[in-house]
């Protein structure tokens, strides 16, 4: 059956950095769009960022255009997101999303759009 296991978050300083990772079994990786969204308490789940089969194409959310670079290592069948110059307000549980065939500019922020899902790693942000 299909696994994704994210892992690297943790505690950090606002202004300090992280790497989450998420490792995929399963399923042929490079036939999957991939993406990470995150849910903080009491709010909708975010997409934040997508990446293509290929890796050509990435897309942001304006929240961490800037910030946040994801890419995916096709080998190795793994998603990273680095995230550096971190804030309060990037609090949330971080999940990674697997969507097969092409990314898709239009919808790739909507959770529903995504077949598979990981637990979760937690990003916790101090000020």
């Known amino acids: 059956q299909v696994q994704m296991v994210e892992s690297g978050g943790g505690l950090v300083q606002a202004g300090g950095s992280l790497r989450l990772s998420c490792t995929v079994s399963?399923?042929?990786?490079?036939?999957?769009?991939m993406a990470w969204f995150r849910q903080a308490p009491g709010k909708e789940r975010e997409g934040i960022s997508c990446i293509s089969r290929g890796a050509i194409t990435t897309d942001y959310s304006d929240s961490v255009k800037g910030r946040f670079t994801i890419s995916r290592d096709n080998a190795k069948n793994t998603l990273f997101l680095q995230m550096n110059n971190l804030k309060p307000d990037d609090t949330a549980m971080y999940y990674c999303?697997?969507?097969?065939?092409?990314?898709?500019?239009?919808?790739?922020?909507?959770?529903?759009?995504?077949?598979?899902w990981g637990q979760g790693t937690q990003v916790t942000v101090s000020s």
């Open positions: 999303a697997a969507r097969a065939g092409a990314y898709q500019s239009h919808s790739w922020r909507y959770p529903q759009y995504f077949s598979y």
């Open positions: 399963g399923l042929t990786f490079d036939d999957y769009a």
